[in-house]
C-alpha cells in the first residue's frame, strides 16, 4: 500500500466474502431499509419541530389547499411546501401515524444512500460504491436525518441528487482513473438541465441554504473548466420554474410576504440571534463537531486499526480532492458564521464526509470485508436500538403519551381545547386532530390565566406544565371556576367549569366553588 493508489487498490482481489455480490448488496439494502424505518413507529411526534411538520401536512390534507401552508389553519410562511407536500403524500398513503408523516424522510434517506454509493462508483469504482452504501446507512448524522421529521432530510436528497448529475456530466469515466489526464468539459445534455431542476427543487424545499452546494459547483467548475457551459438556458429555465413559481405566486397574492421572507427568514436567521437557535460563538463546537467526528467514530476506529496513511489524500485526483473538500468546507463556514444552528443543518455535509470516509477505507481496508459488514450491521443494530428506546422513555417532548390521556378524558367530558406551553406543541394538535386555542405568555403564566379564567363562559379543558398546578387552583379559585385536574407525565391537564357554565344547567351557587383533583 505505500506507494499504491486507489486505482491499483481497486484492481485487487477483496477476498472470498466480496465475491458474493448479489447477497452482499442484499443484505446492504436490508440494513439501509432498517436504518430507514425501524423503530419510527413506536416513537410519537417530538416538539417541536416534528409536531409542526405534521400539523402543517395534516391541515393540507384536511383543508384541501396544497398552496397555501397553515399552522393552526392560519398562514404559515416560514418554510416553502415542499417538505409539507412530502409529509401529506405520507399521511395520504399511509394515514395520520407517524410511519406516515416520517415515510418521505426514510425514502429520502434510501435515496441519498442509492446516490452517494453511485458517485463512488463513478469516481473509484464498485467496491467503493459498496464502502460508501454501507458507511453511510450506519453513520449518526444520517440515521439521525431519517428518523425525524424536518425539511433536512428530503433538501439532503435534493442537493445530493443534483451534484450527482453535476458528477455524472463532468466525469463521464466509469471509474475515473487518477492519470493526471486533464479532461476537457463536456457538452452540456440532459444531465446538467436536470442538475439545475433539482437545485431549483431543493431552494422550494428550504430557500437560499440549498443553493450553498451550487456555489461550490459553481466555483469549482471554473477553476476546472474555466468556461460557462454550466450555464445552460434549459437547465436555467427548468431552476427558475422550480425554485421560483410558488414564491412568485404566494408574493403576488400576499404582497408582504417579499420583505418578511428577506429581512426575517434570511436576514433574521444569519445575522441575528431572534429565532435564539444556539447564537453563541462556541456552539458549532457544542453542535456541529460531535456529529461530524464522534457520529464516525466506529469507521475512524477501523482506519486506525488498519493503520491507514491519512496522508494517502495524495493518491486521491487532485481535482476530485478540491471538489470535495469544496462541498464540505464551504457550507459548514457558513453554517458556523450564521447565527442559527440546529444539529441537522448540516446533514447534506454527511455525503461528502462518507466520500471522504469511502476513500480511505477503500485504499486501506484490502480483503477484509468481513470488518466493514459488521461495523455497519452492529452501528445500524445500535442506532434502531436507541431509537427504540427513545419512544419509549417517558419525554416530555413525546405527544403521543399526553394525547393519549386527554383523548380518554375527551371521551369522559368533551370540551374545547386550549393550552399555555412556552411553544405551542402542535404535535398534541395533529393527535387531536383539531383546532386548538394556544394562549401566548406575553405577560407571564399569572397574567396570561387570569386573564384567560376571566373570559371563560364554557368549560374547556387546559394544557399546561405541572409545576403551574398550584397556581391553576389558585387563580380558579379566584375566578370562581370548579377544576379537575389529571397529571400526564410534566404536564397537567385540567377540566374548568366556569360559574356560570354551571349556573345553566342548574349547578349554579353563592359560593368559592369546591376544587377536586384526579390523578
Same mark, same amino acid.
Request: proline share 6%; aromatic share 14%; charged share 15%.
Given at each position: 500500500?505505500?506507494?499504491?493508489?486507489?486505482?491499483?487498490?481497486?484492481?485487487?482481489?477483496?477476498?472470498?466474502?466480496?465475491?458474493?455480490?448479489?447477497?452482499?448488496?442484499?443484505?446492504?439494502?436490508?440494513?439501509?431499509?432498517?436504518?430507514?424505518?425501524?423503530?419510527?413507529?413506536?416513537?410519537?411526534?417530538?416538539?417541536?419541530?416534528?409536531?409542526?411538520?405534521?400539523?402543517?401536512?395534516?391541515?393540507?390534507?384536511?383543508?384541501?389547499?396544497?398552496?397555501?401552508?397553515?399552522?393552526?389553519?392560519?398562514?404559515?410562511?416560514?418554510?416553502?411546501?415542499?417538505?409539507?407536500?412530502?409529509?401529506?403524500?405520507?399521511?395520504?398513503?399511509?394515514?395520520?401515524?407517524?410511519?406516515?408523516?416520517?415515510?418521505?424522510?426514510?425514502?429520502?434517506?434510501?435515496?441519498?444512500?442509492?446516490?452517494?454509493?453511485?458517485?463512488?462508483? *463513478?469516481?473509484?469504482?464498485?467496491?467503493?460504491?459498496?464502502?460508501?452504501?454501507?458507511?453511510?446507512?450506519?453513520?449518526?448524522?444520517?440515521?439521525?436525518?431519517?428518523?425525524?421529521?424536518?425539511?433536512?432530510?428530503?433538501?439532503?436528497?435534493?442537493?445530493?441528487?443534483?451534484?450527482?448529475?453535476?458528477?455524472?456530466?463532468?466525469?463521464?469515466?466509469?471509474?475515473?482513473?487518477?492519470?493526471?489526464?486533464?479532461?476537457?468539459?463536456?457538452?452540456?445534455?440532459?444531465?446538467?438541465?436536470?442538475?439545475?431542476?433539482?437545485?431549483?427543487?431543493?431552494?422550494?424545499?428550504?430557500?437560499?441554504?440549498?443553493?450553498?452546494?451550487?456555489?461550490?459547483?459553481?466555483?469549482?467548475?471554473?477553476?476546472?473548466?474555466?468556461?460557462? *457551459?454550466?450555464?445552460?438556458?434549459?437547465?436555467?429555465?427548468?431552476?427558475?420554474?422550480?425554485?421560483?413559481?410558488?414564491?412568485?405566486? /404566494?408574493?403576488?397574492?400576499?404582497?408582504?410576504?417579499?420583505?418578511?421572507?428577506?429581512?426575517?427568514?434570511?436576514?433574521?436567521?444569519?445575522?441575528?440571534?431572534?429565532?435564539?437557535?444556539?447564537?453563541?460563538?462556541?456552539?458549532?463546537?457544542?453542535?456541529?463537531?460531535?456529529?461530524?467526528?464522534?457520529?464516525?467514530?466506529?469507521?475512524?476506529?477501523?482506519?486506525?486499526?488498519?493503520?491507514?496513511?491519512?496522508?494517502?489524500?495524495?493518491?486521491?485526483?487532485?481535482?476530485?480532492?478540491?471538489?470535495?473538500?469544496?462541498?464540505?468546507?464551504?457550507?459548514?463556514?457558513?453554517?458556523?458564521?450564521?447565527?442559527?444552528?440546529?444539529?441537522?443543518?448540516?446533514?447534506?455535509?454527511?455525503?461528502?464526509?462518507?466520500?471522504?470516509?469511502?476513500?480511505?477505507?477503500?485504499?486501506?481496508?484490502?480483503?477484509?470485508?468481513?470488518?466493514?459488514?459488521?461495523?455497519?450491521?452492529?452501528?445500524?443494530?445500535?442506532?434502531?436500538? /436507541?431509537?427504540?428506546?427513545?419512544?419509549?422513555?417517558?419525554?416530555?417532548?413525546? /405527544?403521543?403519551?399526553?394525547?393519549?390521556?386527554?383523548?380518554?378524558?375527551?371521551?369522559?367530558?368533551?370540551?374545547?381545547?386550549?393550552?399555555?406551553?412556552?411553544?405551542?406543541?402542535?404535535?398534541?394538535?395533529?393527535?387531536?386532530?383539531?383546532?386548538?386555542?394556544?394562549?401566548?405568555?406575553?405577560?407571564?403564566?399569572?397574567?396570561?390565566?387570569?386573564?384567560?379564567?376571566?373570559?371563560?363562559?364554557?368549560?374547556? *379543558?387546559?394544557?399546561?406544565?405541572?409545576?403551574?398546578?398550584?397556581?391553576?387552583?389558585?387563580?380558579?379559585?379566584?375566578?370562581?371556576?370548579?377544576?379537575?385536574?389529571?397529571?400526564?407525565?410534566?404536564?397537567?391537564?385540567?377540566?374548568?367549569?366556569?360559574?356560570?357554565?354551571?349556573?345553566?344547567?342548574?349547578?349554579?351557587?353563592?359560593?368559592?366553588?369546591?376544587?377536586?383533583?384526579?390523578?
Amino acid at each position: 500500500m505505500k506507494n499504491m493508489s486507489c486505482d491499483q487498490v481497486e484492481m485487487r482481489p477483496a477476498g472470498f466474502l466480496f465475491l458474493h455480490r448479489p447477497i452482499l448488496w442484499f443484505l446492504a439494502a436490508f440494513l439501509a431499509v432498517c436504518a430507514a424505518f425501524v423503530g419510527n413507529a413506536s416513537r410519537g411526534l417530538m416538539e417541536t419541530t416534528e409536531g409542526r411538520y405534521a400539523e402543517c401536512a395534516r391541515e393540507m390534507v384536511e383543508t384541501g389547499n396544497y398552496l397555501e401552508p397553515t399552522l393552526n389553519y392560519v398562514p404559515h410562511w416560514t418554510k416553502p411546501p415542499m417538505a409539507y407536500w412530502s409529509t401529506a403524500a405520507g399521511i395520504k398513503i399511509l394515514g395520520n401515524t407517524e410511519v406516515g408523516v416520517r415515510l418521505a424522510s426514510g425514502l429520502a434517506f434510501l435515496g441519498t444512500v442509492v446516490l452517494t454509493a453511485m458517485m463512488a462508483w *463513478r469516481l473509484w469504482g464498485e467496491r467503493a460504491a459498496f464502502l460508501a452504501f454501507v458507511v453511510y446507512i450506519s453513520s449518526v448524522l444520517p440515521v439521525l436525518g431519517a428518523t425525524m421529521l424536518s425539511t433536512d432530510m428530503l433538501l439532503t436528497w435534493w442537493e445530493t441528487l443534483a451534484v450527482a448529475l453535476y458528477l455524472f456530466w463532468a466525469f463521464p469515466g466509469v471509474p475515473l482513473r487518477s492519470d493526471g489526464q486533464d479532461h476537457s468539459e463536456p457538452l452540456a445534455d440532459w444531465r446538467i438541465h436536470l442538475c439545475w431542476a433539482a437545485f431549483g427543487l431543493a431552494f422550494l424545499t428550504k430557500g437560499p441554504p440549498a443553493l450553498l452546494p451550487l456555489l461550490c459547483l459553481l466555483l469549482w467548475h471554473w477553476w476546472r473548466f474555466r468556461s460557462l *457551459r454550466i450555464f445552460s438556458l434549459p437547465g436555467l429555465i427548468l431552476f427558475s420554474v422550480c425554485a421560483f413559481s410558488w414564491f412568485g405566486l /404566494m408574493t403576488w397574492k400576499h404582497p408582504g410576504l417579499l420583505s418578511y421572507y428577506l429581512l426575517e427568514e434570511i436576514a433574521g436567521r444569519v445575522a441575528t440571534d431572534v429565532f435564539d437557535r444556539n447564537p453563541e460563538w462556541y456552539s458549532p463546537f457544542i453542535i456541529y463537531a460531535p456529529l461530524l467526528i464522534l457520529g464516525q467514530a466506529h469507521w475512524l476506529w477501523i482506519l486506525w486499526q488498519r493503520r491507514a496513511r491519512w496522508h494517502g489524500l495524495g493518491f486521491m485526483e487532485r481535482s476530485i480532492r478540491i471538489f470535495l473538500l469544496l462541498w464540505f468546507f464551504l457550507p459548514l463556514l457558513v453554517f458556523c458564521l450564521s447565527k442559527s444552528r440546529l444539529p441537522l443543518y448540516i446533514l447534506p455535509l454527511s455525503v461528502p464526509l462518507v466520500l471522504f470516509l469511502t476513500f480511505f477505507l477503500n485504499c486501506s481496508i484490502g480483503a477484509h470485508m468481513r470488518s466493514v459488514l459488521f461495523t455497519c450491521a452492529t452501528a445500524v443494530f445500535v442506532l434502531c436500538v /436507541m431509537r427504540w428506546i427513545s419512544g419509549v422513555l417517558p419525554l416530555p417532548e413525546n /405527544m403521543r403519551h399526553l394525547a393519549e390521556i386527554v383523548r380518554q378524558e375527551e371521551a369522559v367530558r368533551p370540551a374545547p381545547l386550549t393550552g399555555l406551553l412556552t411553544t405551542p406543541a402542535y404535535g398534541l394538535q395533529f393527535y387531536m386532530r383539531k383546532e386548538m386555542n394556544w394562549l401566548e405568555d406575553r405577560g407571564g403564566k399569572e397574567e396570561t390565566l387570569r386573564g384567560y379564567l376571566a373570559g371563560l363562559k364554557t368549560p374547556e *379543558r387546559l394544557v399546561i406544565k405541572e409545576k403551574y398546578t398550584a397556581l391553576v387552583h389558585l387563580l380558579c379559585a379566584r375566578a370562581r371556576v370548579r377544576v379537575t385536574e389529571r397529571l400526564a407525565g410534566e404536564y397537567g391537564i385540567f377540566y374548568l367549569e366556569p360559574e356560570v357554565a354551571r349556573s345553566s344547567v342548574g349547578e349554579g351557587g353563592t359560593g368559592v366553588p369546591e376544587a377536586s383533583t384526579v390523578h
